[in-house]
């Protein structure tokens, strides 16, 4: 059946799948999604796994849309298209890649179906930058989040109070410390440091493993003299600049910065 082809299927005939990678929080702002299903119509069908005329069917991307209709639309059928057959991981893939392009996956599923990812391909970061297009330092990097990160990280994560570079950088800063890196997002979210005031954070930290979260707060957000050099950017460098930014979870003046002195350090400008 092809990916193309929509159709009209009861609700009731569906099931969803273990292989679709959304757990957080599916319901949340869940009534605002139906009242725009209610006014726009289904604007991108649900996934289904089977074969069309065989239910019951299974779910693996379009959970929040399936629980909009189910749930609050009381609706009796779903639009959906169905992905053929796939084996696990090709499923697992499927919703990972369906979901990032529709920005639709909280960064700790993510994290975890990435973690899995990994796992299931002998530890091949590669492997997984082929099935998901996403870069090799994303890839690393929520790794790094779901291995290292506390149950209370990921809450502030999911919550939104902090993103995943502030709890990179925590866990540097940190030196990998948990309580303390924990302490370091506490403070960020009480006094919001600026990019550059976040960026000393680590610099402090990985000074003096033994300063207390308070202290590097403290140091990283005094009064600091800093050099500026504005530059103009062409619209596609702009452009691509800041989809780097996202792929990367780093600041646009954190990347441009170390982009320019990679390519200084390359050149034999600097050490």
């Known amino acids: 059946m092809s990916l193309e082809t929509i159709r009209n299927i009861p609700l009731d005939d569906i099931q969803i799948s ?3 990678v959304r757990h957080a929080d599916p319901r949340k702002d869940l009534g605002e999604l139906a009242a725009s299903i209610a006014r726009h119509g289904l604007l991108q069908p649900v996934v289904l796994l089977g074969e069309f005329g065989k239910p019951p069917y299974k779910l693996i991307s379009g959970q929040r849309r399936f629980l909009a209709h189910q749930e609050i639309l009381k609706a009796p059928t779903i639009r959906s298209v169905f992905a053929g057959k796939l084996n696990h991981t090709q499923a697992v893939v499927r919703s990972i ?3 990032l392009q529709r920005l639709d996956l909280e960064y700790i599923d993510t994290a975890k179906a990435i973690t899995n990812l990994y ?17 090799i330092r994303k890839i690393r990097d929520l790794i790094l989040v779901e291995a290292q990160a506390s149950s209370k990280m990921k809450t502030l994560l ?3 109070k902090v993103s995943p570079a502030d709890v990179k950088r ?3 800063a940190a ?7 924990e302490k370091l997002l506490d403070l960020i979210v009480k006094y919001k440091p600026t990019a550059h005031q976040k960026r000393r954070l680590v610099h402090y930290g990985e000074s003096d493993p033994k300063a207390s979260a308070a202290t590097i707060v403290e140091e990283a957000m005094k009064p600091h003299v800093e050099e500026n050099i504005i530059i103009s950017l062409s619209k596609d460098v702009r452009a691509a600049l800041l989809e780097a930014t996202k792929a990367m979870s780093m600041e646009p003046e954190e990347l441009a910065g170390k982009v320019l002195s990679e390519w200084l350090r390359a050149q034999g400008f600097s050490k």
Do not use: C, W
């Open 158 to 160: 999911q919550e939104k």
């Open 18 to 20: 273990p292989d679709n």
């Open 175 to 181: 030196q990998e410390d948990m309580k303390k890196a």
């Open 97 to 99: 890649v369906e979901n």
């Open 119 to 135: 796992t299931h391909f002998g530890n091949d970061e590669y492997k997984v930058q082929k099935e998901t297009g996403l870069s």
């Open 170 to 172: 925590a866990i540097r």
